[in-house]
């Protein structure tokens, strides 16, 4: 069964620097940081809560992660959900006719994985993993949210709980911005499926621009946006003022992509 989300993946040119970020500037603790020699790659797992961030550095050219920083930058390049067993989800796709990525599980950093292919996903790359025994685990709450866009909200809410067993159970519609947001629970992350309700949207414009796609954003609660802006700043982070947020009740914050290794991270406080 898939419980809940297990890490994203980011690529980067160096995870040394990236790791200047993530454990020194927001005190990430490092979990895994290793070779993995048939898949070029150096991989390092940083704990946020129940979930991990995965900072990919290619370690030769002649790889798919290699080509993706060439062509993209760094970004994100892929969700990975957890499961007590990997085989069998991957069995279950195979027979849906899913494409995939991996037709066998194999080995890889946060244990035994398979890749479904982002054409079956709406672009996003998606990761199944089943961690050894004995893997950090963590009951506390990790991301907030996470974002996926969409150009077929009916279609894309379909394949999500085809794929992975999500299914939308929330639904915002802010003011004027004519998009939605459909919110699926995966463990204590939303994931939010974001879909053009207006042609002439910003979301639509996004959407027609980068195609559907995972966004490079990690949300992370926080009790007291104020203070948080302000370490930040004190670590000669740039951050905008806290504002409104689009959810309900919530304001936010967000140290930009080009400040994080292409993952931007958003501040999110609610008032509870
Ligand atoms: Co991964």
Redesign the pocket.
């Given at each position: 069964m898939i419980d809940r989300i297990h890490?994203v993946?980011i690529v980067v040119h160096s995870a040394d620097a990236a790791l200047k970020f993530f454990r020194d500037t927001l005190g990430l603790t490092v979990t895994e940081d290793r070779v993995v020699e048939e898949q070029g790659v150096r991989g390092v797992l940083l704990a946020l809560g129940e979930n991990e961030i995965?900072l990919l550095e290619p370690t030769r050219d002649d790889t798919g992660v290699a080509r993706f920083l060439q062509t993209r930058g760094e970004t994100l390049h892929?969700i990975?959900f957890n499961t007590d067993n990997v085989d069998g989800e991957l069995a279950r796709l195979k027979g849906l006719g899913v494409d995939l990525i991996d037709q066998e599980p194999r080995d890889?950093?946060?244990g035994r994985?398979a890749f479904i292919h982002p054409k079956a996903a709406h672009g996003v790359l998606i990761?199944l993993a089943t961690p050894p025994a004995g893997a950090h685990i963590s009951h506390a709450k990790g991301f907030d949210h996470l974002a996926v866009t969409v150009a077929d909200y009916e279609a894309a809410q379909k394949t999500w709980e085809r794929l992975v067993g999500l299914k939308v159970t929330g639904e915002v519609r802010p003011e004027g911005r004519g998009m939605v947001i459909g919110q699926t629970r995966s463990g204590q992350c939303v994931i939010e499926l974001l879909a053009a309700t207006s042609p002439d949207s910003p979301m639509a414009q996004r959407i027609a621009e980068q195609g559907e796609r995972a966004a490079s954003m990690v949300a992370i609660e926080v009790a007291d946006l104020d203070a948080e802006v302000a370490k930040y700043r004190a670590k000669g982070l740039t951050l905008p003022d806290p504002a409104v947020g689009v959810l309900p009740n919530s304001r936010t914050s967000t140290i930009g992509a080009e400040q994080a290794f292409g993952l931007a991270i958003q501040l999110i406080e609610f008032k509870r």
């Amino acid at each position: 069964m898939i419980d809940r989300i297990h890490h994203v993946g980011i690529v980067v040119h160096s995870a040394d620097a990236a790791l200047k970020f993530f454990r020194d500037t927001l005190g990430l603790t490092v979990t895994e940081d290793r070779v993995v020699e048939e898949q070029g790659v150096r991989g390092v797992l940083l704990a946020l809560g129940e979930n991990e961030i995965e900072l990919l550095e290619p370690t030769r050219d002649d790889t798919g992660v290699a080509r993706f920083l060439q062509t993209r930058g760094e970004t994100l390049h892929h969700i990975c959900f957890n499961t007590d067993n990997v085989d069998g989800e991957l069995a279950r796709l195979k027979g849906l006719g899913v494409d995939l990525i991996d037709q066998e599980p194999r080995d890889g950093l946060a244990g035994r994985i398979a890749f479904i292919h982002p054409k079956a996903a709406h672009g996003v790359l998606i990761e199944l993993a089943t961690p050894p025994a004995g893997a950090h685990i963590s009951h506390a709450k990790g991301f907030d949210h996470l974002a996926v866009t969409v150009a077929d909200y009916e279609a894309a809410q379909k394949t999500w709980e085809r794929l992975v067993g999500l299914k939308v159970t929330g639904e915002v519609r802010p003011e004027g911005r004519g998009m939605v947001i459909g919110q699926t629970r995966s463990g204590q992350c939303v994931i939010e499926l974001l879909a053009a309700t207006s042609p002439d949207s910003p979301m639509a414009q996004r959407i027609a621009e980068q195609g559907e796609r995972a966004a490079s954003m990690v949300a992370i609660e926080v009790a007291d946006l104020d203070a948080e802006v302000a370490k930040y700043r004190a670590k000669g982070l740039t951050l905008p003022d806290p504002a409104v947020g689009v959810l309900p009740n919530s304001r936010t914050s967000t140290i930009g992509a080009e400040q994080a290794f292409g993952l931007a991270i958003q501040l999110i406080e609610f008032k509870r």
